[in-house]
Nanobody, 120 residues
């Protein structure tokens, strides 16, 4: 079992910045294949925001390209997302997702979510 602890959400004015963090922890040995951030706004489906692989290959939703930057710190099993030039439409609950490998099997875990609210 892997636990994901998210932090960094909050309320910010349009044009402002926030930095989200997500740390993966477990009592068992594991390796991380990929980590990412998804978001879900009220009344909408959960959508991909950004992902990063173990080889540091990144992928972004078109709506956040040039404004958000995902990065990871392997030694801490932590993924970050720097969010700049925030817009009201970025308001959502942001969820961290990780795909881990334990032995020959892979598992997917989600964080509890952190609220990001951007006021106009």
């Amino acid at each position: 079992q892997v636990q994901l602890v998210e932090s960094g959400g909050g309320l910010v004015q349009a044009g402002g910045s926030l930095r989200l963090s997500c740390e993966a922890a477990s009592r068992s040995a594991f390796s991380i294949n990929a980590m990412g951030w998804y978001r879900q706004a009220p009344g909408k489906q959960r959508e991909l925001v950004a992902t990063i692989t173990s080889g540091d290959v990144t992928n972004y939703a078109d709506s956040v390209k040039g404004r958000f930057t995902i990065s990871r710190e392997n030694a801490k099993n932590t993924v970050y997302m720097q969010m700049n030039s925030l817009k009201p439409e970025d308001t959502a609950v942001y969820y961290c997702k990780t795909i881990v490998r334990v032995g020959v099997r892979t598992y997917t875990y989600w964080g509890q979510g952190t609220q990001v609210t951007v006021s106009s």
